[in-house]
């Protein structure tokens, strides 16, 4: 079980309202931090009354984080479309795993926790459930961990925090529309592309009878040239 405090709404959505119409915007406080690297951004609730919403409006390629059979926060680390779980730095893993132990009030005591991880779309909520409660669609996919206390870790990822208030509802539909323009895009330029491909395979097909065709005309030997010339004079 993982502490939160509101609902869920529906097991397809966590923030269905009671009538099952989606809400017109869900704003949340939310910490966000820059990866040591500075490639990745990790981002978590400001408190436990965050964690709903992040589990009902995470994104596909987002990865979350929970230490293991502890209470926690709910760490995401968001990834570049299409991103394999298993390509993520261990760097930016130990980043990520050492934030979710400093947020743990009985993980931040121990020298060493595991850490469970796993994509965003993995979790699972049915209606059964209590508040903040997870299972996943395919135990098999999540990660496990251990991971020891790291100060330097958590104090080099605390100076880039960040805290804001995103519309997590809004966010998200324009992360559909932008999937759904993109995946139109692609599809205009395969067609383009197989347009293309059509009219140069026709052209090839239709190259020897303009060939043949020029064939069938005999032009003047340069002998019959040279006499022609000759018979001038």
Known sequence: KIESVHPLKSCDNPCYADDNTLPASVVAMVYYFTSRCGKYTLYMGKDKYENEELIAYGLPCDVWFHVDDLSSAHVYL??????????????????????????????????????????????KKTADMVEGQVSYHRPQNVRRVLVEKN????????????WREPDLYMDKQEYERNIIENEKAR???????????????????????LDKAFDGEKLPQRTEVADTFDDFF
């Open 78 to 123: 968001r990834l570049v479309e299409g991103t394999p779980i298993g390509d993520i730095p261990e760097e930016v893993l130990l980043d990520c795993c050492s934030l979710v132990k400093a947020n743990s009030i009985a993980g931040c005591k121990k020298s060493s926790v595991y850490v469970i991880y796993t994509y965003w779309k993995n979790l």
């Open 187 to 209: 599809r205009r330029a395969e067609a383009k592309s197989k347009r293309v491909e059509a009219e140069e395979a026709k052209r090839i097909r239709d190259a020897p009878i």
């Open 151 to 162: 100060n330097p870790i958590v104090n080099a990822l605390n100076k880039t925090k960040v």
